[in-house]
């Protein structure tokens, strides 16, 4: 049977879409929404967060106010972190560690989120315009991946996956924690009790949401029906992935909500309202 070859060349490598053989489209996309909009809002939010968690983690101050803890700052390994009534105060670091105390964990679930497969392309768009928008043409001539420096270290994502487990688990104590009142006695539930149980409510959803946490679960299994629990435990991640991006901004939002709220009642802006 004959074949039927096309009178034009292939695209050659780094091309792009104005490469030979690709549609000659005059214009840059053929879209006539407002493409641009998702990538600026992306752009707008994520600058934003950015730009309020780099003041609270250098601030260094007003992140603890009995029985609430920041989870900018928690756990506090610093030598000079707010003595916390048993909730999460390790000092780990000598007095010669100077800097805030969030800078020393931050690392972790920043590194989780940074490298997370969603935000990589919220990011990717909104930022590199790599590609800004479904069939929009990007305007960088090659692309090579994540094979190079400094893209190459999106793959230790799966690494700092452990790591957001950790933090949450943490997190999770502190929101226990908040059930006491500033004397010690358990039966306390205020506003900022809520507040950080809805942020650590979010935070697991997103984290166990993770695709590697997926993988994990039920990753390299040739058989499921003869791993029953671990099916089980994959077919609830895959639901939770499935909203994966609403969780994410979810999340991102919760935190920083519960960090301001933090520091308002650390810093006398009002009284946290009790309910019993």
């Not at 214009?27 to 990538?39: E, F, M, Q, S, V």
């Not at 490298?115 to 919220?122: D, M, Q």
């Not at 809805?198 to 003869?226: D, E, M, P, Q």
């Amino acid at each position: 049977m004959a074949t039927i070859e096309s009178s034009q060349p292939s695209p050659g490598p780094g091309g792009g879409v104005h490469a030979p053989g690709r549609a000659a489209v005059p214009g840059r996309h053929l879209r006539t929404d407002r493409w641009w909009l998702a990538p600026a809002a992306t752009v707008a939010a994520l600058t934003a967060f950015v730009a309020y968690s780099t003041w609270r983690a250098f601030a260094g101050a007003d992140y603890y106010a009995a029985p609430y803890v920041s989870p900018f700052y928690s756990p506090c390994l610093a030598h000079d972190c707010v003595p916390m009534k048993g909730g999460a105060d390790w000092p780990l670091f000598g007095p010669w560690w100077s800097i805030s105390p969030a800078l020393i964990v931050l690392i972790f679930p920043l590194g989780f989120r940074l490298t997370c497969y969603y935000y990589r392309k919220a990011y990717y768009r909104g930022f590199w315009a790599s590609p800004p928008a479904c069939a929009v043409a990007e305007p960088h001539a090659k692309y090579t991946g994540e094979t190079r420096l400094p893209l190459i270290l999106q793959n230790l994502h799966r690494y700092f996956f452990y790591f957001a487990v950790l933090v949450a688990g943490v997190l999770t104590y502190d929101a226990v924690l908040a059930f006491r009142d500033p004397g010690g006695a358990w039966g306390h539930m205020g506003l900022g009790t809520l507040v950080l149980l809805a942020n650590i409510a979010l935070i697991w959803a997103y984290t166990l949401s993770c695709h590697s946490c997926r993988h994990i679960v039920g990753g390299r299994l040739r058989t499921f029906s003869k791993h029953p629990v671990r099916y089980r435990m994959w077919t609830a991640v895959s639901r939770l992935n499935a909203h994966h991006m609403a969780l994410a901004w979810a999340s991102l939002v919760s935190v920083a909500v519960a960090d301001f709220y933090v520091y308002l009642v650390a810093g006398g802006t009002f009284a946290d309202p009790r309910f019993f």
